[in-house]
């Protein structure tokens, strides 16, 4: 009995139509989308077909693939891991040539020998043709989910899904049964998804942050690649990055500069590529010389662990000199970022600095490069803040006091990647954001106003640790910012709103004390290793309850005797008893077997006498060896009386 053909699901007209349509629209290229998808429904009511071979789809799916390869590595090289969101948004182009020649071909589909090579070489006729039309409308869903709003997003998911389902249902049901058993379906996917999305993010924000903790990566002098358009929240590492002693007295909070770079693009900032200048100690080897222009006034001393080799050294504004710095080699970059080679582990380094002190070189043209993209919003949003048409020390204080009045600080940002452009998002929408979000609106706003602007990193410390003595930066207090050269100087431009610090330290475990004491003990039994007795002393206090714990652990087997047994004659019982064993083990020349006992030993070569109870002897001296409950004072005068009596009635030798 032969069975029944699988049923085949039917492709609704219009469908492609409304998938390609929003996402041109939230991809901002709705006309080249709308055209597109027009000229495949077209083909429904054309009655031309072109006469297409295997090897035809072939060619043309070959060279889509190396078009898409070229893409892809362009996008790479312009905009790094960012570049995956841009990859996808423009993803169905890839498959709309082939979609475009299936509808208008004779056969209404693709040969599979089109997508892998090793059917063309025996082209089987058996194997079914692929219709690319569902494929290239899933496609236009997901890519639309890089750049549309949450809730329409949502309403085109199910306005594709039903008419899709709608289209295949089963005729014995009425169209009410079937929208009924669609919205009680919708219903249970919007309960399921809640709950398997909010698991999903807790263990999302597990993994990153203890990736976070282990990755320490150094900053590149020459390339950032910033979060701007990471959706979600912003994981941040708690993990201590610096020691900084700076004394007491120093100005809070604490400004400490890695890099500065000037070209933006995609989310990247970079500089040009520019020769580093090597470093030589001074004279007589006290420093390795950063500014000798300058004459400093201050000290600071840092303690940084890397994990590679070669990175930048956080350094205030102002460094003039680097001594006892446990580093091999120092490079200084054009824009000031010194390139420091050192071992792996915590490195140690001394400064003088002079506060108020020149911040980096003087401008030249890439520091008022805007992305062409940006020049639009940009404009727009300068006509906002009032800046057009004032001198740059306004245009400053328009600037801080717009960002200061109509943002915030946010880790969170909106589950939607808007396209090129997620600044935009942050200057029109959301208005809510990270360092980053500030830093580089700012640079550019700043640039937008004739102003030359640097986007900086480095790191913003305010937190002391008394049991540190120093002052702490974690990877959470990385930060970002503007400089501007107005005046003849740089000047540091920080529109983050305040209180940030206690935005990101918000969310820190209860068990963050106790990972912050084992990081510092390991510290400083680094420093015992390298024979730096700063702060060892109370590292060996801290150590003191292991060194109790380990030897109440070696002291396990003793046992307590009770306070009366003081004075039970147990070294009485042990000399009384060695006149027995004596006699018996060498006098009689016996030995007992493998695995016999004393007691089994005796009573085969010890009889018990009327006068000399030797079991019972014998009971009570393990007892007293080997039982944790001891003996109580009677047992104790029981087995003293009757070692005397064994020591009085021993055969002589």
């Known amino acids: 009995m032969g069975t029944a053909p699988a049923p085949t699901l039917h492709f609704p007209r219009g469908c492609l139509l409304v998938a390609m349509g929003a996402w041109g629209i939230w991809s901002g290229q709705w006309l080249s989308a709308c055209c597109a998808a027009g000229l495949i429904e077209l083909s429904a009511i054309l009655p031309y077909r072109w006469a297409l071979t295997p090897p035809h789809y072939e060619r043309l799916a070959d060279l889509s693939s190396v078009g898409f390869v070229i ?70 869903v997901l890519s639309a989910s890089l750049a549309a709003p949450p809730r329409p997003y949502v309403a085109f998911i199910l306005a594709i899904l039903g008419i899709f389902l709608f289209s295949n249902r089963n005729p014995r049901f009425s169209p009410i049964q079937w929208f009924g058993c669609l919205v009680a379906a919708t219903m249970l996917a919007g309960a399921f998804y809640l709950g398997i999305g909010g698991v999903q993010q807790g263990i999302s924000d597990l993994i990153q942050s203890a990736f976070s903790d282990v990755d320490m990566s150094v900053t590149d002098p020459d390339r950032t690649a910033s979060a701007l358009g990471t959706v979600g929240r912003l ?58 222009s300058l004459k ?84 727009e949003i300068a006509t906002q803040a009032g800046t057009p048409g004032t001198t740059p020390e306004v245009t400053l204080e328009h600037v801080e006091r717009f960002f200061s009045q109509h943002f915030r600080y946010s880790l969170v940002q909106p589950s939607s990647y808007p396209g090129r452009l997620p600044l935009a998002v942050f200057l029109r929408r959301t208005r809510a954001g990270h360092c980053e979000y500030f830093a580089m609106a700012t640079a550019l706003l700043l640039r937008e106003a004739g102003i030359p602007a640097r986007y900086v990193v480095g790191y913003l410390v305010d937190e002391y640790s008394d049991r540190e003595h120093a002052f702490i930066a974690r990877g959470r ?11 003849g100087g740089w000047r540091v431009i920080d529109t983050t709103p305040e209180g940030w610090h206690a935005a990101e330290a918000a969310g820190d475990p209860v068990w963050q004390e106790l990972v912050d004491t084992l990081n510092w003990s390991r510290w400083q039994l680094r420093q015992l290793e390298k024979g730096e007795f700063g702060n060892t002393p109370q590292a060996l206090l801290l150590l003191l309850p292991f060194l109790v714990a380990w030897l109440l652990w070696r002291l396990r087997p003793l046992r307590v005797a009770p306070h009366a047994q003081a004075a039970d004659g147990s070294e009485q019982t042990a000399e009384f008893l060695e006149p027995l064993y004596t006699y018996i083990f060498r006098h009689q020349r016996l030995r007992p077997q493998p695995g016999e006992t004393v007691l089994n030993f005796m009573d085969q070569h010890w009889p018990s006498r009327p006068s000399v109870p030797l079991r019972r002897l014998l009971r009570l001296y393990y007892i007293r060896r080997y039982s944790p409950r001891g003996l109580t004072p009677l047992e104790a005068q029981e087995l003293n009386d009757l070692c005397v009596r064994v020591t009085s009635t021993r055969p002589k030798d």
């Open 296 to 379: 400093p006034s201050r000290q600071m001393t840092l303690v940084a662990e890397r994990t590679r080799e070669l990175g930048t050294l956080a350094l205030p504004a102002g460094t003039a000199v680097i001594t006892q710095a446990d580093v091999l080699q120092l490079q200084q970059h054009p824009l000031g970022s010194v390139l420091a080679e050192t071992a792996l582990g915590f490195v140690r380094y001394q400064l003088t600095y002079r506060l108020g002190a020149p911040l980096a070189a003087p401008p030249d043209q890439d520091d008022l490069q805007i992305p062409a993209a940006y020049r639009p919003l940009l404009h």
């Open 235 to 292: 994981k941040l590492s708690r993990k201590i990055r610096l020691r900084i002693d700076a004394g007491l007295s120093s100005p809070l909070p604490i400004r400490l500069t890695e890099a500065r770079y000037q070209l933006f693009d995609n989310g990247v900032w970079r500089n040009r590529p520019q020769p580093l200048q090597l470093l030589d100690m001074g004279a007589g080897n006290t420093g390795w010389i950063i500014n000798a």
């Open 71 to 140: 893409f892809a590595l362009y996008i790479f090289s312009a905009s790094k891991l960012l570049g995956i969101y841009h990859i996808l948004l423009e993803f169905p182009w890839v498959l709309l040539p082939l979609t475009i020649a299936q509808t208008f071909g004779v056969g209404q589909r693709i040969p599979r020998s089109a997508f892998l090579m090793a059917l063309r070489r025996e082209r089987s006729q058996s194997l079914a043709a692929v219709d690319l039309r569902p494929i290239l409308a899933s496609t236009c």
């Open 477 to 487: 207090d990385a930060h970002a910012w503007a400089e501007a050269y107005v005046g």
